[in-house]
């Protein structure tokens, strides 16, 4: 499970950081709300801690701004603030939790695999398509007009990244950040290792879509 831990007290978040990694989860961690707001637009964690006293943007204004672009992932809003008025209030930005500081890190912990537990919606889960292909989330699948294919996990995430953005040029370094996260080591070779087996996967499935080179830039998914 990934999870964006977005916390403005630096020993708070590291010891959060290091509680969630030994429980065996993927952890990307920031410490404002520009920050929280950068990482969480990439649409790719499971559940998202979001402090609301961030500096530079709130927690609130973070997660209003990310449900308004249709980023669905479950948050779970950290706050010292405990009174009925704000807890309804993250609630009604669309928080799925709330957690009142201080906590136990048992109480965290129930409380995420709680929301991840819950059913994702439709728009999460459906299938994506675009001209000739079509790809299915839920099974790692890419179909095309001369059949179908399985994915590995990285293929996929790279697949549906392309898909939501169809047509739009994506950078290196957002592709890496997407697919690998901010922390990852991942050298940029691995990129062009990755597309180059989504491009053979395009020819295997006889899409009319292909993966267009953007020279000093990055890659686009369009038609041939």
């Given at each position: 499970m990934r999870i964006l831990l977005a916390e403005d007290?630096?020993?708070?978040?590291?010891?959060?950081?290091?509680?969630?990694?030994?429980?065996?989860?993927s952890v990307d961690t920031c410490l404002d709300g520009e920050e929280a707001l950068f990482?969480?637009?990439?649409?790719?964690?499971?559940v998202i801690l979001l402090d609301r006293m961030l500096p530079h943007m709130e927690g609130t204004a973070v997660l209003?701004?990310?449900?308004?672009?249709?980023?669905?992932?479950?948050?779970?809003?950290i706050t010292a603030l405990g009174t009925?008025?704000?807890?309804?209030?993250g609630l009604n930005l669309g928080a799925d939790d709330y957690l009142v500081k201080p906590f136990a890190f048992e109480e965290l912990l129930a409380r995420i695999h709680c929301v991840a537990r819950r059913p994702r919606t439709l728009e999460n889960t459906r299938n994506i398509s675009f001209l000739d292909l079509t790809f299915y989330p839920e099974e790692y699948r890419l179909s095309g007009p001369s059949g179908s294919c399985t994915l590995s996990r990285r293929e996929a995430a790279l697949m549906e990244t392309f898909l939501r953005r169809k047509e739009q040029p994506l950078s290196r370094s957002s592709l890496l950040l997407t697919v690998w996260g901010p922390d990852s080591d991942v050298e940029e070779g691995n990129l062009d290792n990755y597309i180059h087996f989504l491009r053979r996967r395009l020819t295997t499935v006889g899409s009319s879509l292909s993966i267009k080179t953007l020279r000093g830039f990055g890659y686009c998914l369009k038609e041939k």
């Open positions: 007290d630096e020993e708070l978040n590291r010891a959060l950081c290091f509680q969630l990694k030994a429980q065996g989860f990482y969480g637009e990439q649409n790719i964690y499971d209003s701004r990310l449900r308004k672009k249709g980023v669905l992932a479950p948050v779970i809003l009925l008025t704000d807890k309804v209030t």
